[in-house]
């Protein structure tokens, strides 16, 4: 929408306007937006094909050998001799399992930012309600790679004196 020039504020006008559920915005610095909605996990099992265990392989006698051979000449304070001389007499084949437990998390911040107005279109409360700041998709980023993406959020947009467009921006933090 285009703004007449009744939409601009004046120079006396606050510079922060409240939007709602932006409230504690009053600045140019961000605010953090809370936790997120409560997590309502799907029915369906979450096994990716890849992560299926069918079974373990088992290792021959000189497959052994070697690995011990390998294990002793990473340490510099093993001797060699011992693990030379070794008779292995029975292999007993078990399971093992290497558990590796990865987080993610994303936090959610908020504040205004500010550019000069020249003539492009405001989305502004006019338009309809901000959403939420955890109501807003973002673009999923790779997993576990530490990402800040910054989005408009949507209707927060005026303008004010000396043509300066203010708009409500969140930034997502990936972590």
Not at 65 to 70: F, I, S
Not at 109 to 138: H, K, L
């Amino acid at each position: 929408m285009v703004p007449s020039q009744s939409d601009i504020k004046e120079p006396s006008d606050p510079s922060f306007e409240i939007v709602a559920g932006y409230e504690s915005a009053a600045g140019l610095d961000a605010v953090p937006a809370g936790p997120p909605p409560p997590y309502l996990p799907s029915n369906q099992p979450q096994v990716r094909p890849d992560e299926h265990f069918d079974s373990s392989a088992q290792i021959t006698h000189s497959e052994a050998c070697d690995a011990l051979m390998e294990f002793v000449s990473q340490h510099c304070c093993y001797g060699k001799g011992a693990a030379k001389e070794m008779e292995i007499k029975d292999m007993k084949h078990s399971s093992a399992y290497h558990y590796k437990l990865e987080s993610f998390t994303e936090t959610r911040a908020f504040s205004w930012c500010q550019e000069p107005y020249t003539g492009q279109v405001i989305d502004g409360p006019m338009n309809g309600r901000a959403p939420g700041a955890w109501e807003m998709q973002v673009e999923q980023p790779a997993p576990f790679a530490p990402t800040t993406l910054y989005q408009e959020i949507p209707h927060t947009a005026s303008i004010h004196g000396c043509k300066l467009q203010m708009k409500m921006s969140f930034m997502v933090l990936e972590i």
